[in-house]
């Protein structure tokens, strides 16, 4: 059976419309045709390539790092128009990709169902010999970082064993980004930093991501969530995102269930479920957590620390601190 009867099969919409990259029949793979090697350095162990993307594709950038059973590729591309590739890979690994921005779906030869993937959202799987096609659309930038990790570095680490990781076509795969995987994925291409010390970073961070994405995973578990859908789920995640963007605004619940379009209860419900907190203790404890940060790492005065962590004047800030911290905020900058 051909790509395009497969696809056909599959009945996705607007897949006539669209570039068709087999890269099984092309023998290559999906850097080595949509862009061109700009660079590429070794060092310590330290595999770096950058390529260009070909203007018959689009515009953009590929960043693939290789070293210690590891492989990171960086994404950030605009497509001139939509991209379906199909891939058959053999070999198995545990790969973990974090969309930041742009769409993609991931379809099967058999007859699990397809995934969509958007903007900020992520998975964590064990693959074993991937056969199948996906497409990333046109609509918007791609931004993504994918990391795959070999049996040997598991094996390594102790990550083999004791870990049910999940398989690509498992339920409730896609999962939102959280705020602390945002934060390192931000800078994770270390451009400043070269030869060994990058290595030993990047190898710190990769650590890091799949530490925080396991949590992730069984957080999920634990709470026994009730969750209608992913959207649902992401939606949850995006409020949360907001409250910790925005510390020196106050959002009621009902401009917050406004805002998401949730019904009040639903949201105070589930967000406790899932983050084991009230909305309102969730706001105190970040804000208590920043107004802390910045006493310790700066000099700001603290009437403009309580303006930035949503209190009217420093008297209120300061009489909520002691309540939060048993000192006043004066007392424990003073006691650093």
């Known amino acids: 059976m051909n790509l395009k009867r497969r696809i056909t099969n599959k009945k996705r919409r607007d897949f006539d419309n669209c570039k068709i990259l087999d890269l099984e029949a092309l023998k290559s793979s999906f850097i080595n045709i949509v862009a061109v090697e700009k660079c590429k350095n070794k060092q310590c162990g330290l595999l770096c390539m950058e390529y260009k993307v070909l203007p018959e594709f689009g515009v953009g950038s590929i960043i693939e790092f290789q070293f210690n059973c590891i492989s990171i590729l960086i994404s950030n591309f605009l497509l001139s128009s939509d991209l379906v590739i199909y891939e058959k890979s053999e070999g198995d690994r545990l790969q973990l990709s974090f969309l930041l921005e742009g769409e993609k779906i991931i379809s099967f030869d058999n007859n699990s169902k397809d995934i969509l993937y958007e903007s900020q959202e992520s998975y964590m799987a064990f693959i074993k010999n991937f056969e199948g096609f996906y497409r990333i659309t046109k609509s918007k930038p791609f931004r993504e970082v994918k990391i795959k990790l070999s049996n040997e570095f598991l094996d390594q680490h102790g990550l083999n064993t004791g870990l049910d990781y999940k398989k690509i076509t498992d339920k409730n795969l ?163």
């Open 174 to 336: 896609i999962i939102p980004i959280s705020n602390d995987l945002l934060t390192i994925l931000s800078d994770i291409e270390l451009k400043a930093i070269k030869g060994l010390p990058r290595k030993i970073l990047l190898e710190a961070k990769v650590l890091e991501i799949l530490a925080i994405q396991i949590s992730c995973y069984n957080d999920l578990i634990s709470n026994s969530l009730n969750i209608k859908s992913d959207k649902q789920l992401k939606v949850l995640y995006q409020v949360k995102q907001l409250i910790q963007n925005n510390l020196d605004k106050n959002y009621s619940i009902n401009q917050l269930a406004s805002e998401f379009g949730l019904n009040e209860n639903l949201l105070k419900a589930k967000f406790k479920k899932l983050f084991n907190s009230t909305i309102h203790q969730f706001y105190i404890d970040e804000k208590m957590k920043r107004a802390k940060e910045l006493l310790k790492t700066t000099q700001i005065p603290i009437y403009e620390i309580a303006e930035e962590v949503g209190y009217k004047n420093a008297t209120h800030f300061s009489a909520a601190f002691k309540r939060y911290y048993k000192e006043t905020p004066n007392k424990f900058r003073n006691a650093l």
